[in-house]
């Protein structure tokens, strides 16, 4: 299994302001991607994260509002940029070893509050 | 849409008795992934099941798979007042292997 981590675990932010998110993995991973978790809800998938080439965002979701990088295969940062209240979230990393084939792991997630 | 949706929506059994979560889907699938939540914390991995399994189990959990009814169900044995928590199915396919996920189902067991 990959065990992942993320900091922080927790935020309250400004409006305005912008907040990065890291995520680390324990091991070598093919995929990384970012998931946002509003309150109550499931679970959206914002982009994979691309290592050494700009992240494939879904639906909905831009590059501008949330940069992505991933400079390495064991490693990503999430920016939420410019912030409003409806960005408060939990936002998730996960990543497999071998798409299509192996487990989906997540991290704890990063609970993040806009005020 | 690949997403899966679980049902029910929110389940409330007493500890020691089953509980059976069930997850529909649209289209063909290639994985299909459980996965449980606790308080709005990361999630953790149950099971996978391939397109090609039926059933498959891992201590107290039974996932089954019906392809032909585009359904799967978890079973959780004799559950536990730490089982309370939210439960979400995964799928990838259409030529995508990125989960998306249901709605999820709310499981509270009262000791």
């Known amino acids: 299994s990959a065990v992942i981590s993320q900091k922080p675990s927790r935020d309250i932010c400004q409006r305005g302001t912008s907040l990065t998110i890291q995520c680390q993995v324990d091991s070598q991973v093919t995929m990384m991607f970012w998931y946002r978790q509003q309150p109550g809800q499931s679970l959206t998938l914002i982009a994979t994260a691309n290592q050494g080439s700009e992240a494939t965002y879904e639906s909905g979701f831009v590059i501008d509002k949330f940069p992505i990088s991933r400079p390495n295969l064991t490693f990503s940062t999430l920016t939420v940029s410019n912030m409003s209240p409806e960005d408060s979230s939990i936002y998730l990393c996960?990543?497999?070893?071998?798409?299509?084939?192996?487990?989906?792991?997540f991290g704890p997630g990063t609970r993040l509050t806009v005020l | 849409s690949q997403q899966g949706e679980e049902d029910p929506q929110a389940l409330s059994i007493q500890e020691g008795e089953n509980a059976t979560m069930n997850c529909s889907y649209k289209?063909?699938?290639?994985?299909l992934q459980w996965y449980r939540q606790n308080s709005g914390r990361g999630l953790v991995h149950l099971i996978l099941?391939?397109?090609?399994?039926r059933e498959k189990h891992s201590g107290r959990l039974r996932v089954t798979l019906d392809t032909s009814k585009k359904s799967s169900s978890l079973l959780i044995t004799a559950s536990r007042a730490a089982d309370t928590a939210s439960y979400f199915c995964?799928?990838?396919?259409?030529?995508?292997?990125?989960?998306?996920f249901g709605r999820g189902t709310s499981l509270i067991v009262h000791p």
């Open positions: 289209t063909s699938i290639n994985n």
């Open positions: 995964a799928t990838d396919g259409g030529g995508s292997y990125i989960p998306t």
């Open positions: 996960s990543a497999n070893r071998d798409s299509g084939t192996d487990t989906q792991y």
């Open positions: 099941i391939r397109s090609n399994e």
